[in-house]
């Protein structure tokens, strides 16, 4: 099955600062890659994904990154604020699967005033 | 309605009781999915339903756990003879299609096993 790892697991910034989420993935089929943002206590929200015939893709102040050779896709937010600190999880998805998402164990992004 | 919506949104019960857990999913989405997430830990896949088809309970964590939907669209997610390492928030989400489509999440509901 899925193997993902995120890294880092925690990531402090100050406010302004750039954040940068590396996951990494085991299963080469995958080819749809979704990030999620949790605030606390609540739900999961996907904030940006992007497919495998893409090599970047860009949101205002975010942006993934996809390196299918080498299995991993990031998650970039410039401009920081304090209402991105959050829990960021990846769920890279198996083109033929059903889509239920194996996500990765999430990074702690907290963003300084 | 506008989004996933998940009742009720806190549940304690004492261990060896039964729950039941209810998601209502998007309008139009033919695919719902349970997941579960443990204190400060990642999401648990648990079940899949597509359709008509037959769900994918590969997730399931043991025989006390099952779900039905009925009509291709309110889910109930069935906990039987609840233990202690049960409790965690038990989430739902819909997608349109499945596959590589989106999905949407409810606000969970958090289950207290006591």
């Known amino acids: 099955g899925e193997n993902v790892e995120q890294h880092p697991s925690t990531l402090s910034v100050q406010e302004g600062d750039s954040a940068v989420i590396k996951c990494t993935y085991s299963d080469s089929a995958s080819n749809y890659f979704p990030w999620y943002k949790q605030e606390l206590g609540k739900r999961p929200q996907l904030i940006i994904d992007i497919r495998s015939n893409v090599g970047e893709k860009k949101d205002q102040r975010i942006a993934v990154t996809l390196n299918k050779t080498a299995k991993h896709f990031s998650l970039h937010i410039t401009e920081t604020q304090p209402e991105d600190s959050a829990v960021y999880f990846c769920a890279p998805v198996h083109g033929g699967s059903q889509g239920n998402l194996i996500f990765g164990k999430g990074t702690k992004l907290s963003v300084k005033p | 309605g506008a989004g996933v919506s998940q009742s009720p949104s806190n549940k304690v019960t004492e261990k060896g009781k039964d729950v039941e857990l209810r998601c209502d999913p998007i309008s139009g989405h033919t695919a719902l999915y349970w997941y579960r997430q443990s204190l400060g830990q990642g999401l648990e896949f648990l079940i899949y339903?597509?359709?008509?088809?037959?769900?994918?309970k590969s997730g399931l964590p043991s025989d006390r756990f099952s779900a039905e939907r009925t009509g291709g669209s309110v889910s109930t997610l069935t906990i039987q003879r609840t233990q202690q390492e049960d409790s965690a928030v038990y989430l739902c989400?819909?997608?349109?299609?499945?596959?590589?489509?989106?999905?949407?999440f409810g606000a969970g509901t958090r289950l207290s096993v006591l």
């Open positions: 339903f597509q359709g008509n088809s037959a769900p994918d």
């Open positions: 989400a819909s997608s349109h299609t499945g596959g590589l489509s989106a999905q949407y």
